[in-house]
C-alpha cells in the first residue's frame, strides 16, 4: 500500500519516531512478566520520575488520551462534585461524556474562553457561581497544555491559576496530550511547568509526540494515586503486555526525542505562519505557539484549499486548523504554503 503525500491535518497521521519504534523492537525478545511487572515498564516510570525531578511520582500507563484524562479526573472527583473547564477542552467537546461516566457523573463546568485558556477569574466566576446543595460542587480545574487554539500558558500563568486553586479547595490537573510542544515551546523544564507551579496531576501524550499508542498519568502527590490502578484495571487500561506501552517511552525519554519531537513540529507551523503572513485573505486566528496554525479565510478560498488536495478541519472557529508533527517535512510544509499564497492571488 503507497502512503499518501504528507497532509497536516492532524498531529496523529504521523507514523512511531525511531525512537519509540527502536525501543519496542528491543522490548520484543523473549519472555518478560506481564501487567507492568517488567523492566520496561519500572525503566519507563523510573525516567519520568528523573525528568520531572519528582522521585515519589506515581506514574501509570494508559492507551490514549480520553482514557488517561477520564480517569485521571475521576480519581480526584466523587460523582456530585465537578470539573471547571474551557469551552474548547477536549474534556468537553471530544470525549464522548467519558470524564462524566468514569466518574459516575461528576459535571463539567464550561467557562467560555475565546482563545481556549482559563483564568483565575473564570475559574473564581464558576467555582463561586452556587455553594446550595442543589448544584454539584467544584472540585477540580483542568487545562489544556498546550490548549486546543496551540496557545500555552506560561509557568506564571499556572503558578496564578494554582494558587487560585488552593484558594478555593480545588485539585489542579493539566492535559498535556501536546505537553512536548509546550515544554518545547516555553524552553522551561517539565517540572517548572507541572508540580512546582501547582499542578496536582498531568496526562503526558505520547500519541502526539511519536508513539504508536500510549499516554502516561503521573500524580505528582502520590496520596492522591491510592487505587488508580484499580480504575485502569476496571476500564480496560490495565496492558497484559504492557512492556509494548512503557518502552516506547523509555526510547522517548533517555534521549530526549520527546524534546525534540516538539521542538521540530513547532518550528514547521512557524514556518508556514511566517510563510502568508502577509496574505489579506488568510488572517492567523491565534498565535502560534506550538504545533498548531489556524486561519481564517472566506469558504471558497477554504474550498479551493480542498480542491488542490490538502486535508483540514474547521472545528475550531471556523477555520482552517493546521497540525505539525514529529515528522513534518519543511518541503511540503513550503508546498502548502505556495497553495494557500495561489489561492490567496486567485481572482
Known amino acids: 500500500m503507497?502512503?499518501?503525500?504528507?497532509?497536516?491535518a492532524s498531529d496523529n497521521y504521523a507514523g512511531i519516531c525511531p525512537e519509540?519504534?527502536?525501543a519496542m523492537a528491543k522490548a520484543n525478545h523473549g519472555h518478560v512478566p506481564a501487567y507492568g511487572e517488567d523492566e520496561w515498564t519500572q525503566a519507563a516510570a523510573d525516567a519520568f520520575r528523573a525528568l520531572f525531578e519528582k522521585s515519589d511520582a506515581e506514574v501509570f500507563f494508559a492507551f490514549n488520551g480520553t482514557a488517561a484524562n477520564?480517569?485521571?479526573l475521576a480519581s480526584l472527583c466523587q460523582s456530585?462534585?465537578?470539573v471547571i473547564c474551557s469551552s474548547s477542552a477536549h474534556v468537553e467537546t471530544d470525549e464522548c461524556g467519558a470524564p462524566e461516566f468514569f466518574s459516575n457523573g461528576s459535571k463539567l463546568l464550561v467557562a467560555q474562553s475565546p482563545d481556549g485558556k482559563l483564568?483565575?477569574?473564570?475559574v473564581s466566576a464558576l467555582a463561586k457561581s452556587r455553594s446550595d446543595i442543589h448544584f454539584p460542587k467544584p472540585r477540580v480545574v483542568t487545562i489544556t497544555q498546550?490548549?486546543?487554539?496551540?496557545?500555552?500558558?506560561?509557568?506564571?500563568e499556572i503558578k496564578k491559576l494554582s494558587a487560585?486553586?488552593?484558594?478555593l479547595g480545588l485539585r489542579l490537573h493539566m492535559d498535556g496530550a501536546r505537553f512536548a510542544n509546550a515544554c518545547a515551546s516555553l524552553n522551561c523544564s517539565p517540572a517548572e511547568i507541572t508540580w512546582k507551579a501547582g499542578v496536582d496531576l498531568l496526562c503526558f501524550g505520547g500519541t502526539k509526540n511519536g508513539m504508536a499508542v500510549g499516554e502516561a498519568v503521573i500524580f505528582f502527590d502520590p496520596a492522591l494515586a491510592e487505587d488508580f490502578d484499580y480504575r485502569c484495571k476496571q476500564a480496560g487500561q490495565l496492558a497484559s503486555k504492557m512492556r509494548f506501552l512503557a518502552a516506547p517511552w523509555v526510547g522517548l525519554l533517555e534521549g530526549g526525542a520527546w524534546l525534540k519531537n516538539g521542538a521540530h513540529a513547532n518550528a514547521c507551523a512557524k514556518r508556514l505562519a511566517e510563510a502568508v503572513a502577509d496574505l489579506p485573505d488568510f488572517k492567523l486566528m491565534f498565535p502560534v505557539r506550538a504545533n498548531a496554525v489556524f486561519l481564517a479565510a472566506s469558504e471558497d478560498r477554504l474550498q479551493a484549499l480542498r480542491d488542490r488536495g490538502w486535508r483540514f478541519y474547521t472545528f475550531i472557529g471556523g477555520g482552517a486548523r493546521f497540525m505539525f508533527a514529529w515528522d513534518a517535512d519543511p518541503a511540503?510544509?513550503?508546498a502548502l504554503a505556495r497553495d494557500i499564497r495561489a489561492v490567496s492571488t486567485a481572482s
Open 332 to 334: 511540503r510544509v513550503d
Open 20 to 22: 519509540a519504534w527502536t
Open 146 to 156: 498546550a490548549t486546543e487554539t496551540g496557545l500555552v500558558y506560561s509557568v506564571d
Open 70 to 72: 477520564s480517569l485521571a
Open 80 to 82: 456530585y462534585h465537578s
Open 2 to 8: 503507497s502512503a499518501e503525500l504528507q497532509q497536516f
Open 164 to 167: 487560585t486553586c488552593r484558594e
Open 119 to 122: 483564568t483565575p477569574e473564570l
